[in-house]
């Protein structure tokens, strides 16, 4: 079956840094959708980011991320972040095979001051 | 439009007891999902609905564990003798038609904690 994998899972960064969130995945399937979901305290998962292009960027409330298939990565970056980004972070897949999908994880990004 | 609305939000049982958890999905929406939540496992898929009828209950434990969608309107996941390993959030999710690239909406989740 697929499975995705999130490397870290804490994250910290200091405001106004880089921040980088790494996923990577295996599926034997060829046409397939990536989503990045992002939980905040207490609250439902919601998409911050979805994708099912190769090389194409994909960008929303200034996290930006590229499906690359070579290298079966959906890496998610921003380049200053923010207080306010403080949250839990799914990678996750859909195969063309089924609706379900098989997360990450999950990698919990604390940003300080 | 209310999102999806999941009852109760926290539900506590005794150890062997049964817990029936509602979801009442986006009106319109023709698919609903069930996943599970733990720290150790994350969110994990259990089963999905396409126009009431199930398709994919791949993720279900095989025992003890059951999910219904009698109406286009509500979903319901029930968990009879409950075990302490069964404590998690379980989130409920609609979608447009489950097909494609159509973004899944989850609800707030019931947190269940068996003692």
């Known amino acids: 079956g697929d499975s995705v994998t999130q490397t870290e899972g804490l994250v910290t960064v200091t405001e106004g840094l880089p921040v980088k969130l790494n996923c990577t995945y295996q599926t034997t399937y060829l046409t397939i959708a990536f989503f990045w979901y992002v939980q905040y305290l207490n609250e439902a998962p919601q998409v911050l980011l979805k994708s099912s292009t190769d090389n194409k960027r994909t960008e929303h409330q200034g996290f930006h991320a590229t499906l690359h298939k070579s290298s079966s990565s959906f890496h998610l970056q921003k380049s200053s972040a923010q207080l306010s980004d403080s949250a839990l972070y799914y990678c996750a897949l859909r195969n063309n095979a089924g609706a379900k999908l098989t997360f990450g994880g999950g990698t919990r990004l604390t940003v300080r001051p | 439009n209310a999102g999806v609305i999941q009852t109760p939000r926290h539900k506590v049982t005794g150890k062997g007891q049964e817990a029936t958890l509602w979801c009442e999905p986006i009106s319109g929406h023709s698919a609903v999902f069930w996943y599970r939540q733990t720290i150790v496992q994350g969110l994990e898929f259990l089963t999905y609905?396409?126009?009431?009828?199930?398709?994919?209950d791949s993720g279900m434990p095989k025992e003890r564990f059951s999910a219904q969608m009698p109406n286009q309107s509500h979903s319901t996941l029930k968990i009879q003798s409950t075990q302490p390993q069964d404590s998690a959030v379980y989130l409920c999710a609609s979608s447009l038609d489950g097909q494609g690239g159509a973004e899944q909406f989850f609800g707030p989740g019931t947190r269940l904690t068996v003692l």
């Open positions: 609905f396409r126009n009431q009828a199930p398709i994919d």
